[in-house]
């Protein structure tokens, strides 16, 4: 089942922070993220696992919180490189090993 | 090294035509995804391989939708009898080994365009 993101957009000004939330109905072993910009491919942030540490990727953190079935994204001091389309991808350890469902996804727009 | 890449990139076809969409993952990747991407949504998974094995299909939409990957290297996304509700864009992905803790690459995709 797809996972729920939220918000589905948000503006920031340059320097800000913003936290993009992903949450699913069923037990999550993964959660991926990614960030879409405008004609291209998703570009892989970081993976967090079931029982792992938060991961970080420059000024970008993420936590997963394995009981409340959800992973939140941390865009700290925010560059106007962090514009584009955030997606969530999570595996489910009783689903098809591998397989990922994404979610809708959340449009940030970092304004100088 | 070389990302995932897709052929053609941009495929415009006639409904009632077939059409076949190739991946080329990176080099010594197990792993194998295809996802379809509509505008301003997330990749929706239609099958995976590891190795030559379709370890999953659950996601293609209909028999019209099959997938290949004979010698578990490149992969073929065949579309039978398109149908306009198939415009998207295909995108494809690999991982290094298997599993869901493995992170996925995903190539340029193919825009489809059935008229």
């Known amino acids: 089942q797809q996972p729920v993101q939220s918000p589905q957009a948000v503006i920031l000004r340059e320097g800000e922070d913003a936290v993009i939330n992903c949450s699913s109905s069923?037990?999550?072993?993964?959660v991926h993220w990614y960030r879409q910009k405008h004609g291209e491919a998703p570009v892989f942030l970081m993976i967090?696992?079931?029982?792992?540490e938060q991961m970080r990727h420059e000024k970008i953190s993420a936590s997963f919180n394995e009981k409340k079935q959800q992973s939140s994204l941390y865009l700290t001091a925010s560059q106007l490189s962090y514009s584009g389309t955030y997606f969530c991808?999570?595996?489910?350890?009783?689903?098809?090993?591998?397989?990922?469902?994404f979610g809708a996804g959340t449009q940030v727009v970092v304004t100088p | 090294g070389a990302g995932v890449s897709q052929s053609p990139r941009y495929k415009v076809t006639k409904r009632g035509q077939d059409v076949a969409l190739r991946c080329d993952p990176i080099?010594?990747?197990?792993?194998l995804y295809w996802y379809r991407q509509a505008l301003g949504q997330g990749p929706e998974f239609l099958t995976y391989?590891?190795?030559?094995?379709?370890?999953?299909k659950s996601g293609l939409p209909n028999d019209r939708f099959s997938a290949e990957r004979p010698e578990g290297s490149i992969s073929t996304l065949t579309i039978q009898r398109t149908e306009q509700r198939d415009s998207a864009m295909y995108r494809c992905?690999?991982?290094?080994?298997?599993?869901?803790?493995?992170?996925?690459?995903f190539g340029p995709g193919t825009r489809l365009l059935v008229l």
């Open positions: 992905a690999s991982s290094l080994g298997w599993g869901s803790q493995e992170t996925q690459y």
């Open positions: 069923k037990a999550l072993y993964s």
């Open positions: 967090l696992l079931k029982g792992g």
């Open positions: 991808g999570t595996g489910q350890p009783y689903d098809s090993w591998g397989k990922l469902q």
């Open positions: 080099s010594g990747h197990v792993s």
């Open positions: 391989f590891n190795y030559e094995a379709q370890q999953d």
